[in-house]
């Protein structure tokens, strides 16, 4: 029996293969995927078995999934497509019945983030599955705020549509943690776990934050949604992009993200990545 581990190519999915191998899963049960090959091999590298997964492609989900217990979907980064590529993920899981862990988004199911219809949807495809499921409502990665930190440390500012709206981020790490604990554990099946940071935080914490690690002065310039998405395009953002970014900006400022009750520093068994303390190691202080 495996546990395959879906997009472990990407930067999550790696961090999940790495928790499960230090918690001492047998690397010959756990199965990468992926399409990036240069990926696939650096993962093998680790004794883990590999496979090429491609969310539009069944007959590559079929021959992953052999022998397939636990599956964790790790979703897709296109944009549009990921409904229709995580039904195809669900379907092949049904045809070996196999348990699986689902990465959502915060209150996946009724909130108006931009990014939640597609989680929605794969929510609602889990549900009339008739799998036995986990969903991981993942919040924001801090590492999400690695241009803003650069940045600001470059220019002395940080320039955002967030308003006072402010973010319950945890690291990729500690997103992952959680992962392998619900992979190996029967405790969580069947629940819909909100998982954050437990310190949500703003730009103008965010602006302190940096300052004091870095020691140079950063200031926080508030613009209006339209002013951002013109700021962006003048960055060089197309703009379908800019307006992706600004309307997640306005995402935050209405409290999307806000909410954290505790639940990851509970699954993990410790406290989430503190902000001082990514800031401070991202930076290299
Ligand atoms: N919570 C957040 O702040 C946040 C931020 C960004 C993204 N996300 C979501 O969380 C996911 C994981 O984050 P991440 O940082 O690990 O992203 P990432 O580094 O971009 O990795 C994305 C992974 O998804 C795989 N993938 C994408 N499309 C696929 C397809 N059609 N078939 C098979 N595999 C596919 C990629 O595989 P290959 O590279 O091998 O093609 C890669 O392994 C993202 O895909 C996205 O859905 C969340």
């Known amino acids: 029996m495996s546990i395959v581990i879906t997009g472990a190519t990407g930067q999550l999915g790696r961090h999940v293969v790495e928790q499960l191998l230090a918690r001492g899963v047998d690397p010959?049960?756990?199965?990468?995927?992926?399409?990036?090959?240069?990926?696939?091999?650096e993962l093998a590298g680790h004794g883990v078995r590999t496979?090429?997964?491609?969310?539009?492609?069944?007959?590559?989900?079929?021959?992953?999934?052999?022998?397939a217990e636990k599956i964790l979907l790790i979703s897709?980064?296109?944009?549009?497509?990921?409904?229709?590529?995580?039904?195809?993920?669900?379907?092949?899981?049904?045809?070996?019945?196999?348990?699986?862990v689902y990465t959502s988004a915060p209150k996946a199911t009724t909130s108006?983030?931009?990014?939640?219809?597609?989680?929605?949807?794969?929510?609602?495809?889990?549900?009339g599955s008739g799998l036995t499921y986990t969903v991981l409502r993942n919040n924001w990665y801090t590492e999400?705020?690695?241009?803003?930190?650069?940045?600001?440390?470059?220019?002395?500012?940080?320039?955002?549509?967030?308003g006072t709206g402010k973010v319950a981020s945890a690291t990729r790490r500690d997103y992952a943690e959680a992962a392998a604990v619900v992979l190996?554990?029967?405790?969580?099946?069947?629940?819909?776990?909100?998982?954050?940071?437990?310190?949500?935080?703003?730009?103008?914490e965010l602006a302190a934050t940096v300052a004091e690690v870095s020691g140079r002065e950063v200031g926080v310039t508030q613009v209006t949604t339209d002013e951002h998405v013109a700021a962006l395009k003048g960055f060089g953002f197309d703009e379908g992009t800019a307006g992706f970014v600004a309307g997640l900006d306005a995402n935050i400022a209405d409290g999307l993200l806000a909410d954290t009750d505790g639940t990851l520093s509970?699954?993990?068994?410790?406290?989430?990545?503190?902000l001082r303390q990514y800031v401070t190691e991202f930076l290299g202080k």
């Not at 990921?82 to 039904?87: G, I, T, W």
């Not at 108006?112 to 549900?127: C, M, S, V």
């Open 144 to 162: 999400n705020y690695d241009d803003t930190i650069r940045h600001a440390v470059e220019t002395g500012s940080i320039l955002t549509s967030t």
């Open 266 to 274: 509970r699954i993990i068994g410790r406290p989430t990545t503190p």
């Open 28 to 41: 010959s049960t756990v199965v990468a995927g992926g399409r990036n090959q240069e990926a696939l091999a």
């Open 184 to 204: 190996l554990s029967d405790d969580h099946a069947g629940e819909i776990l909100e998982l954050g940071g437990d310190t949500p935080w703003d730009m103008d």
């Open 51 to 67: 496979a090429t997964i491609d969310y539009s492609d069944p007959s590559t989900l079929d021959n992953a999934f052999v022998g």
């Open 76 to 100: 897709g980064s296109e944009v549009g497509k990921r409904s229709v590529q995580h039904k195809a993920v669900i379907d092949a899981a049904r045809r070996v019945d196999a348990e699986l």
């Open 112 to 127: 108006d983030l931009i990014l939640a219809p597609e989680h929605k949807a794969t929510e609602g495809l889990l549900e």
